[in-house]
């Protein structure tokens, strides 16, 4: 548009930068909506807007043909890189609030306190402290509600390892004060024998908040503190503070299958309240 000045000459109403602001707005909110119209929360239950954040299946997108064991949408489900030494990912609200209490109130049913593997000589006396908290295995298919069922499928999707390849879920508790030491998921042959077969990652899903301390941590993250003699008792390193719902993949094993010596992690103590945990452990054969 042109507006006609006292003199005669013709100005643009608008000015050039004025135009390209404006196309720039423009093309944002469009582009803002057209996406918006691709996500489809998950209706299938509960509370739509949790569902959002939980999953998304994007029904808008075509649908591919798919094999017997595929989906029939894409879908969406966030995380966030934590690292890469080790590599590490989480998932914020993997699981619902409701989930997360069906699954404590199943554990609640047969704790005991934790246990460990045990390196060639050592004994359960000359590892007492390292792992305090209590806990419990339970398998999917023992739990009637259908919860655990429904976070393994989640689980073997994001992993993309199947379910199958999964041990039982240990349900953990730590109270005030309990912790459990730096370790490694995965047994070196070097020090606990031969294995049949071998740990390549953890899920674990944080079933409770926390008042404070109980973190994750992974003290050798990006190759720190790996010089330092390193007591396997500090509290250091990259900690995850567990939120309720959200889930922590890591893997143990480099794609080579040698273990990732910045895979060793543990759970800082607990100060004030209660942490719950579900760990599941990711094997590189199927578990029978
Ligand atoms: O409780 C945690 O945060 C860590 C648990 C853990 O290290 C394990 O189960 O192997």
Known sequence: M?????????????????????CAVLSFISGF????????????????HRLRLTEMKLDRMPALPHGVTGEPRSSVIPFQILSWKPRAFYFPNFATAEQCEAIIQIAKLSLKPSTLALRKGET???T?????????FVSASEDSTGTLDQIEQKIAKVTAIPREQGEAFNILRYEIGQRYASHYDAFSPAEYGPQKSQRIASFLLYLSDIGEGGETMFPFENGLN???GYDYEKCIGLKVKPRRGDGLLFYSLF???TIDPTSLHGSCPVIRGEKWVATKWIRDQIQY
Request: proline share 7%; hydrophobic share 45%.
């Open 124 to 126: 359960a006396e000359s």
């Open 33 to 48: 909506f057209f996406a918006s119209t691709l996500i489809v929360p998950d209706s299938s239950a509960g509370d739509p």
């Open 128 to 136: 007492q402290g390292i792992r305090t908290s209590s806990g419990t």
């Open 2 to 22: 042109v507006v006609l000045m006292k003199s005669g000459r013709a100005r643009p109403l608008w000015s050039f930068p004025a135009v390209l602001i404006a």
């Open 255 to 257: 794609t080579n299958l």
């Open 226 to 228: 790996m010089d330092i």
